[in-house]
């Protein structure tokens, strides 16, 4: 009796841990001889299913229209090849590498990633969808389009790439990416962020634009040349740096947020709770700051043609040393604030309180304030 419970019990483990087995012979022989495999596959279907797929480099080759389900890749290498229409569905890839390849209308959904290489790579309509990701290196691309959805992404690097880049309700946090996260990306690049969390990460190089609707964006800096920053209902804890040509946030909460350097136009509006907004030093030849209520405020030392603050209220406030061409304030409330030397060469300020009991250093200003 007690052999045969240990018997069920054995037999139902080894139902449970669902151990894939290797490749069958055929297509064994096949991965052995790469150039076998490219020729096979041109007359019959590559369509492989719950294997373990170990040890093999099929590189250099051109393979199209294979399906890969539920299958585990492990040390698996496909370099310097060109691989267009594959399915990768379940299972897992690890320590793979598809590094100098071309991949053009190749989906994985559904696996788990972990340190795979696609350094120098061509990623044309690549999409990773309820992926699982972690120490991907997915850096240096070359002229490619690629699509996140519904993916967690860990410590994985994007750098010194060519990439129009979106994500959709997926998740980076990148706090342990060895070498970098988005830096230096090369001109023709954009990303586009859709109900997605981006976190610790550096944004920098070229781009025509960086866009988030929804989601969060913390421990984030993002700078160097950027056509246009468009942030619509994103929480923020960030930094704007380098040469921003347009700057837009909308219905955004701004637990922190720092805007540096020079901006051609910068629109903040509609804010939802919000504590800190800093420009200290900045360059703006339009800023605009509408609908915001902030703890703290610092247009600190900028410059600006025209800056507008309409129906907006400001706890503390810095605005010392600070140069406008043309201000404008309607409808504000600053509860402590330094105008210190703070000089516009033509002010229309209406409706602008300045709080009872307040702290307020008024002195060198012109703005007219009292």
Not at 52 to 69: G, M, P, W
Not at 210 to 230: L, P, Q, R, T
Not at 256 to 274: F, G, H, Q, R, T
Not at 304 to 332: E, G
Request: aromatic share 8%; hydrophobic share 40%; with cysteine.
């Amino acid at each position: 009796f007690f052999l045969l419970i240990l018997t069920l019990i054995l037999i139902m483990s080894c139902n449970m841990t669902d151990t894939k087995k290797p490749l069958a012979s055929k297509w064994d022989a096949l991965f052995k001889n790469p150039k076998q495999l490219e020729q096979a596959s041109k007359s019959e279907r590559v369509v492989i299913k719950n294997a373990l797929i170990k040890t093999y480099n099929i590189s250099d080759i051109t393979l199209a229209n294979a399906v890969f389900e539920n299958n585990d890749f492990v040390d698996f290498v496909m370099k310097r090849g060109h691989y267009s229409n594959l399915l990768f569905k379940g299972g897992s890839i690890y320590d793979a590498g598809f590094a100098d390849s071309t991949l053009i209308n190749v989906t994985f959904e559904g696996v788990t990633i972990e340190d795979v290489d696609f350094i120098s790579a061509t990623l044309q309509n690549v999409t990773f969808k309820n992926c699982k990701i972690a120490r991907a290196r997915i850096r240096n691309l070359k002229k490619s389009q690629v699509t996140f959805i519904n993916t967690q992404v860990l410590d994985s690097e994007f750098f010194d790439s060519e990439v129009i880049f979106k994500a959709e309700h997926s998740s980076f946090d990148l706090a342990q990416a060895q070498y970098g996260t988005f830096e230096n990306m090369q001109p023709g690049s954009s990303i586009e962020l859709i109900d997605t969390s981006l976190h610790d990460a550096n944004v920098g190089g070229t781009l025509s634009s960086f866009k988030a609707k929804g989601g969060s964006i913390i421990e984030v800096g993002i700078g160097d040349n950027i056509k246009a920053v468009v942030l619509d209902d994103v929480k923020l804890n960030a930094s704007l740096e380098g040469n921003i040509e347009s700057v837009t946030i909308q219905n955004s909460e701004l637990e922190s947020l720092a805007i540096a350097k020079n901006s051609n136009d910068v629109l903040i509006e509609d804010c939802k709770i919000s504590n800190i907004l800093s420009m200290i030093d900045g360059k703006y030849t339009s800023l605009s700051i509408n609908n915001c209520n902030l703890n703290l405020f610092e247009p600190w030392s900028i410059t600006a043609n025209h800056l507008v603050i309409s129906n907006s209220r400001f706890i503390n406030t810095t605005m010392s040393d600070s140069k406008v061409n043309h201000l404008i304030m309607n409808n504000v409330v600053f509860e402590n604030a330094k105008f210190d030397n703070a000089i516009a060469k033509d002010s229309k300020i209406n409706n602008v309180k300045l709080a009872e009991g307040g702290e307020f250093n008024l002195s060198g200003t012109n703005i007219p304030l009292q």
